[in-house]
């Protein structure tokens, strides 16, 4: 089924909807690096990465279908491609390869540029205009998170090069794929771009993949390890791309970088819960700062809350 070049308006949703939607989104994504970490002990990066993408996308296909039954334009799949190079193929393969040539630390670090090259990259395509709220929020939010991980602890050199290199890629990888976004959602439904992005970025990591998919022994996988791997496609994959795509048709790409700084945060929330670990006052520090840019991102109209009716 065709539909016109452009879609309704999205239905009215509370800012603390939209607020609230993107703080879970970042749970999930903060969740995801500790289930990860003890999943890849039984599973290579690479399969996990193919798993992953090839259980959620007949989901999110099916679910797209099941809501929108929407065929985008022939115009469109160049786009819908690149997004899904962007958002999905980089964002998974760029991030598990660099870990492997550099530091946990140093990562944590380089990925607080995202909101940054998500700001940049909005004013430069004239997609969203950058207030002078906005880029003090955006400020704000990555000194919080820079207190959180401590980039004193950042170490350069020969070794690390190359891993600190694609995690910086794929922090300006994401960061264009939440921007490039939103110019699509005004023509297609934002389950078939979620969906859309899967298919193509997942043939992708598939084909990369291949190898490591091919040499797993399922049966050596604990049962521990598998329960992990459908927390990740559920939660990290599934519920958190299609939240952050229906949060930017309704906000915007800045606020939705923004709160990426909410994941150093959320690593130590876990830390304290589960690994007996101290609150302290950079902790506190981290969140006060985290808490006041988020808030002026918002003030610089980082939601949208109109009146009018269309498609959710």
């Excluded at 264009?176 to 899967?198: D, E, K, M, S, Y």
């Excluded at 050596?220 to 559920?234: D, N, P, Q, S």
């Amino acid at each position: 089924m065709t539909e016109p070049a452009t879609i309704s308006p999205p239905t009215p949703a509370p800012a603390w909807r939209v607020h609230l939607t993107l703080i879970l989104v970042q749970v999930t994504f903060g969740g995801f690096h500790v289930v990860a970490k003890a999943v890849i002990s039984e599973l290579s990066p690479l399969a996990l990465a193919a798993i992953r993408v090839g259980a959620a996308t007949p989901v999110l296909m099916a679910l797209a279908w099941r809501r929108d039954r929407f065929l985008p334009a022939r115009r469109d799949l160049p786009m819908l491609a690149l997004l899904g190079g962007l958002g999905v193929f980089a964002n998974q393969v760029l991030f598990i390869t660099g870990l492997k040539f550099t530091t946990a630390t140093n990562a944590g670090i380089l990925m607080t540029s995202v909101p940054v090259f998500a700001a940049g990259a909005a004013a430069l395509m004239g997609i969203e205009r950058i207030t002078l709220n906005r880029s003090i929020g955006i400020a704000l939010s990555v000194a919080g998170a820079l207190v959180l991980v401590n980039p004193f602890r950042f170490t350069a050199g020969r070794a690390g090069a190359l891993g600190n290199g694609l995690i910086l890629t794929n922090g300006l990888c994401y960061a264009l794929f939440l921007v490039l976004q939103r110019p699509v959602l005004t023509r297609i439904p934002w389950r078939t771009v979620t969906a859309a992005a899967f298919f193509f970025g997942g043939l992708g990591v598939l084909a990369v993949s291949l190898p490591a998919l091919l040499a797993l022994e399922p049966a050596r996988v604990g049962t521990g390890a598998w329960l992990g791997v459908a927390y990740i496609i559920v939660f990290p994959t599934i519920f958190a791309y299609a939240a952050s795509t229906w949060a930017i048709r309704r906000s915007s790409p800045a606020l939705v970088a923004a709160y990426n700084t909410l994941q150093p945060l959320v690593a130590s929330s876990l830390g304290v819960t589960f690994l007996g670990e101290r609150f302290g006052w950079a902790e506190g520090v981290g969140f006060a700062l985290i808490a006041a840019g988020l808030w002026q991102v918002s003030r610089g109209g980082g939601t949208r809350t109109e009146t009018r009716t269309g498609t959710d």
